[in-house]
């Protein structure tokens, strides 16, 4: 499709466990975002990249978090043992260029529960 | 640092009348104002923004926003609502002055259409 793709979609795991949420955005999207979505808040912003290098990673919470983007397109968000409060949605979005004036696609993103 | 306030947490209204949805924003260069949706278990759609120019924008679904500088407000407005419409809405700002930017969310704003 020529959407925002997010795997996977649901994951459940342990807390204490590694995980990985992927995103591929649209392509030549320039930009890609990371958001978290707790139950009732808005998104929360995590962080962007422009290209392949992390523009602003000021809101990722702790070291457990981080998030690559290696050849420009794919981004993997990477948790290290997970909490409890982690749970949330993860939601992804790209932007096409400097001059889209902030018009983001989200993807539907990836529920994490961990428990 | 730029912030969204939301300060309905649901609206109610019923179907064929004028709705509308309130927000009012901090930034501290221009801003960049952005209208999203959400449906159930849906990504974030965009409805509409305001970057510069008519304080009055049109968006999709027949959603317009009005700008208000002065009140620091971006109120989303609807003169005739459908029950089609009840969805999670959220305002976001982005600092205007650079590039790419994050988008700042508000909490969200349910917003029920009754029959």
């Known amino acids: 499709g020529a959407g925002v793709s997010q795997t996977p979609s649901n994951k459940v795991t342990e807390k204490g466990k590694y995980v990985e949420l992927r995103c591929d955005p649209i392509?030549?999207?320039?930009?890609l975002y990371w958001y978290r979505q707790s139950l009732g808040q808005g998104p929360e912003f995590l962080i962007y990249?422009?290209?392949?290098?992390?523009?602003?990673d000021s809101g990722l919470p702790n070291d457990r978090f981080f998030a690559v983007r290696p050849e420009g397109s794919v981004s993997t968000l990477k948790i290290q043992r997970t909490e409890r409060g982690d749970s949330a949605v993860y939601l992804c979005?790209?932007?096409?260029?400097?001059?889209?004036?902030?018009?983001?696609?989200f993807g539907e993103g990836s529920r994490l529960t961990v428990l | 640092a730029q912030s969204v306030a939301q300060p309905e947490d649901q609206v109610n209204v019923a179907e064929g009348n004028p709705l509308t949805v309130k927000c009012t924003y901090s930034v501290s260069g221009n801003p960049y104002l952005f209208w999203y949706v959400q449906y159930p278990n849906r990504g974030l759609q965009f409805l509409l923004k305001?970057?510069?120019?008519?304080?009055l924008v049109k968006g999709s679904y027949g959603f317009e926003a009005e700008f208000n500088k002065s009140q620091t407000s971006f109120h989303l407005k609807k003169p005739s609502a459908l029950v089609s419409d009840s969805a999670l809405y959220f305002c976001a700002v982005r600092d205007g002055n650079t590039g790419f930017q994050k988008l700042v969310f508000g909490t969200g704003t349910r917003l029920l259409v009754s029959p």
């Open positions: 392509s030549g999207h320039t930009a």
């Open positions: 990249f422009q290209g392949t290098g992390a523009a602003d």
């Open positions: 979005a790209s932007e096409p260029g400097p001059a889209s004036g902030g018009e983001l696609f």
């Open positions: 305001y970057i510069t120019g008519d304080n």
